[in-house]
């Protein structure tokens, strides 16, 4: 990068790291390092908690997910807006949580369930939570690397040690300073003000892209050229999509409804709001907040691939051939290090650069190519047998076509990658799937370097800087404080002083960061960033959301319940992770080597026959014929039938739902809710969550998002672009209308809106909330402590009510271990 890009990139970090330092002093107990105090505001936590929602490694992984199957999958997942609309606006699950003033989601695990469940699910969920976090600093290193021209390795006094680790080591370094320092009161700032200055650097990026490609020119006609089935912008034509599909999108309308508080990556937000209305308003503002930051994401992408994949921008030394050599080359040195490793890199990026197959490199390739023909030929036999087919006759051969599909060009231009990774696989088969990982994940990053000039190349920089440094701060601080407060709290029993909390809360963050390290250090990835995503977090997701929602919902939810689906889906997930991560190198090889092959296809293919073409698992010897989300979508779905019948089975006696939420003679902050008579005038109100703590400014803005959601996102975007098509389906052009409009147009005129909206509330927000934490009280009670199913600090107000007895007398069968 040029050095204007470097300052660009370097003075708004600097800012946001010295006001982290300015806010330390707020700190003044545990509540304030773990919840800010619990004074938040709309503005400040929607702004924020945007921010720390989309990682560095989400951008990669969009960009890795739409690579492989573009954006009409996503248009499906329109299907299920009404129902997410709702949940959205009636607070679902975020508001009864913020009333149940519990920290952390082990918090309320222990006053809905027991002691030794919140420990359990605190080791689940911190092992969950810790493992699919500790791919973030390598993902995000990398794409610095990549994306800054940076070279793979670094002369330090004499020692090489790979660029990327030691990226890492630095912005896990200033993570931990930011999220120690004054936990979620510097997470939640800094995230605000990263936020609030990424708004106008969205709006350069845009501006110029749209500028320097064409969507009629030059980006329609890439995307439209595609093999049929697997369209990247039209949605009635992904069918012969496998990976990300419109499984994908079942599973994750599902997860969205049964796992909406599942994830406490952001945990220190859920509790953040000065009370459950305005946790509820801030999330409902979430709907205007992205204008020209989801504009910018997709425009990116595209480009990226116009770029890479158009005619127009394949040669000179700028072009999509350079580019395209460059990253393969820094792909081998990244990933093919070490001093034994030093003649299959000089050989292999000799070959990427010119193309000429050395006699070493041939022999690699003929190695690889016997591997090869051996597995397809006991392919051929699995598929002959798996659909009782007779082997077919040899024929004559076809007479050759010299047309190319749109994929077959797309391989063509990467040929050289393709036949670098069969040599390296002949050496070092682990090392040649995450070379092609690698390669496919900095694709967009190192195309972005080529595309973007002096200036918008820092801006941009900065943008992602922010986005590493907000994710990683408030993912630090999550899973720090679930085995703090989750684990090794409720294991001890005699509580901590405000002192010694602390500074447990505050090594283990370190802890995490360190753990991070060594883990993205070592760790080989294979999977697409989305796919390890869905597996690691099954561990935890797989059996919590029935657990969660039924804690909050319904008062016969037991603890045997919630002992079993959590239980049943992290056993289901653990099992996942063990056949994908060890299916190459021993379980397939096992199963060969036993004469087992032909079996488990035949057993795979009469599985998923009832759900073909969605699911389609077959066998495979270079990946496990169940992908991670299909595993994520049976085990969820297994856990909420074990969760409903079990609780139906064991429930004795109704658990106190208003003690927990804090309602009736248990209230204590707000405006309490008044019940409403159930009328025909009152449905559409109640729909959208407006009750009597609603101000005129609240209600305003839940009908404009209501009408805006449901007339315009699910139906003239959804329900009339379906009955158009079904009546006279569009072409091509009209597709590419389409994509331009919605994604580009309509998204650009509320991002000039939100730009202004967000920016001028988010200044005002952290105003208010300097203010309230300056007069904020320590209650050295309020540490995270559960005593007889109620906070500590809860107990106490109790007794001053003389409603001791209520908590003595609890008589729940859920305390039954």
């Known amino acids: ?408 060009r797309q391989a063509a231009r990467e040929a050289r990658v393709v036949t670098a990774r069969d040599a390296i696989k002949a050496v070092d088969p682990a090392g040649s799937q995450t070379f092609l990982t690698i390669f496919g994940q900095m ?63 505050r090594l283990l963050i370190a802890g995490v960061a360190i753990f991070a390290f060594f883990f993205s250090y070592f760790f080989g990835q294979v999977d697409y960033i989305l796919m390890f995503f869905a597996i690691t977090g099954t561990i935890w997701l797989g059996g919590c959301g029935p657990v969660i929602v039924g804690g909050l919902y319904w008062k016969r939810g037991t603890t045997a319940g919630a002992w079993v689906a959590l239980i049943t889906g992290s056993s289901l997930a653990v099992g996942g992770i063990i056949l994908q991560n060890n299916w190459v190198s021993y379980i397939y090889p096992w199963l060969f080597e036993h004469g087992m092959v032909e079996t488990v296809a035949v057993w795979l293919r009469t599985l998923s026959a009832p759900f073909e073409p969605i699911i389609e698992w077959r066998m495979n010897s270079d990946k496990f014929p169940i992908n991670s989300q299909e595993i994520y979508g049976f085990t969820m779905l297994l856990s909420i039938a074990l969760y409903v019948i079990i609780s139906l089975i064991t429930c004795r006696k109704p658990f106190n739902m208003d003690r927990m939420l804090h309602r009736g003679i248990y209230h204590r902050e707000g405006t309490q809710v008044e019940k409403q008579r159930f009328t025909f005038k009152s449905i559409i109100p109640r729909l959208i969550g407006i009750t009597n703590q609603y101000t005129t400014g609240d209600k305003i803005l839940a009908w404009s998002v209501f009408i805006w959601s449901f007339g315009w996102g699910f139906g003239g975007a959804f329900v009339g672009v379906v009955i158009w098509n079904a009546i006279s389906p569009w072409g091509n052009h009209g597709w590419s209308i389409w994509f331009f409009l919605n994604n580009f147009i309509i998204a650009g005129t509320i991002g000039v809106v939100s730009t202004v909206w967000f920016t001028i509330g988010g200044i005002f927000g952290l105003r208010d909330l300097f203010r309230s934490l300056a007069a904020n009280q320590e209650n050295i009670l309020d540490d995270g402590r559960v005593v007889g199913h109620v906070s500590a600090d809860d107990a106490a107000i109790l007794h001053e009510k003389g409603l001791d007895e209520d908590i003595n007398n609890q008589n729940n069968n859920q305390d039954n271990e």
């Open 443 to 505: 694709r967009v990053p190192m195309a972005l370097r080529y595309i973007l000039p002096i200036g918008v190349t820092g801006i941009f920089c900065a943008v992602c800087i922010f986005l590493m440094i907000s994710t990683d701060t408030t993912y630090l601080h999550s899973w720090g404080s679930i085995v703090a407060q989750d684990i090794i709290l409720p294991i001890r029993r005699k509580p901590f002083t405000p002192k010694q909390q602390l500074r447990l809360l």
């Open 1 to 408: 990068m040029h050095l204007i890009d470097w300052l660009i990139m370097i003075l708004p970090v600097l800012v946001v790291i010295y006001i982290g330092f300015k806010t330390q002093k707020y700190v003044k107990g545990v509540s304030d390092f773990l919840t800010a105090g619990r004074v938040a505001g709309r503005y400040v936590l929607c702004v924020a908690n945007g921010e720390a929602a989309m990682g560095l490694i989400s951008l990669v992984a969009m960009y890795e997910s739409f690579y492989k199957s573009g954006f009409a999958y996503g248009f499906w997942g329109a299907i299920s807006s009404p129902i997410l609309i709702v949940l959205a606006m009636t607070g679902y699950c975020v508001y009864r949580f913020r009333e149940t003033r519990a920290m952390t989601m082990g918090q309320f695990l222990e006053i809905r369930y027991s002691r030794n469940f919140r420990i359990f699910a605190g080791i689940l969920q911190s092992i969950s939570g810790i493992i699919n976090y500790a791919l973030f600093p390598a993902v995000g290193a990398r794409f610095v690397v990549y994306y800054c021209g940076l070279p793979a390795q670094l002369e330090v006094l004499g020692w090489v040690f790979p660029t990327f680790a030691l990226l890492m080591a630095a912005f896990l370094a200033v993570a931990v300073i930011i999220s120690t320092l004054g936990g979620q009161i510097t997470i939640m700032t800094t995230d605000c003000i990263q936020g609030i200055l990424s708004y106008p650097m969205y709006v350069v990026i845009v501006f110029f892209l749209l500028s320097r490609f064409s969507w009629f020119n030059d980006m329609a006609p890439v995307m439209l050229d595609r093999d049929p089935g697997k369209s990247l912008i039209n949605p009635f034509d992904i069918a012969n999509l496998r990976d990300f599909n419109i499984f994908w999108v079942i599973v994750g309308i599902i997860g969205a409804i049964i796992n909406r508080m599942g994830w406490s990556g952001t945990q220190g937000y859920n509790a953040a709001a000065k009370d459950a209305h305005e946790q509820k308003i801030g999330g409902v503002l979430g709907t205007w907040r992205s204008g020209f930051s989801s504009m910018m994401y997709i425009l990116l992408a595209v480009a990226a691939f116009t770029y890479l994949n158009s005619d127009k921008f394949q040669s000179g030394p700028t072009g999509a051939v350079s580019c395209r050599t460059e990253l393969a080359t820094k792909s081998v040195n990244d990933v093919i290090s070490g001093p034994a490793n030093v003649q299959v890199r000089q050989e292999v990026i000799q070959y990427i650069n010119t193309g000429e197959v050395t006699p070493t490199i041939q022999d690699w390739l003929n190695q690889t190519e016997e591997t090869r023909v051996l597995e397809e030929q006991e392919k051929e036999n699995i598929r002959y047998v798996a659909e009782g087919e007779a082997e077919p006759e040899v024929t004559a051969e076809e007479p050759f076509v010299d047309t190319l599909t749109a994929e077959e």
